[in-house]
Nanobody
Framework: QVQLLESGGGLVQAGGSLKLSCTAS????????IGWYRQVPGKQREWVAS???????NYAGSVEGRFTISRDGAKNTVFLQMSSLKPEDTAVFYCYVRTPLSYVWGQGTQVTVSS
């Protein structure tokens, strides 16, 4: 019903910046929340940030002040601007959306921060 495709991951130096994008297709009108999780191999998936239909943004304490989430008006695309990146930010970042039926996840995009 909703499909997600992430892009923008890569390798950056500590202190640098990256901007991730997630494009939703399908029944995008059903999306109420869109955001990002991240996961390190062998670790539990960690919620990072989200934005609601009304434009309310929320952040995990570990990224607040460094990351900024935004979306377009049609909820078709969400962005995650990441600044002051740290090696501990290295993870696979997953876009997600909340719909009346379920959570939907993207395939993930790798972010690697070198020291």
């Amino acid at each position: 019903q909703v499909q997600l495709l992430e892009s923008g991951g890569g390798l950056v130096q500590a202190g640098g910046s990256l901007k991730l994008s997630c494009t939703a297709s399908g029944s995008t009108n059903s999306i109420s929340v869109i955001g990002w999780y991240r996961q390190v191999p062998g670790k539990q998936r960690e919620w990072v940030a989200s934005v609601t239909n009304s434009g309310t943004t929320n952040y995990a304490g570990s990224v607040e002040g460094r990351f900024t989430i935004s979306r377009d008006g049609a909820k078709n695309t969400v962005f995650l601007q990441m600044s002051s990146l740290k090696p501990e930010d290295t993870a696979v970042f997953y876009c997600y959306v909340r719909t009346p039926l379920s959570y939907v996840w993207g395939q993930g995009t790798q972010v690697t921060v070198s020291s």
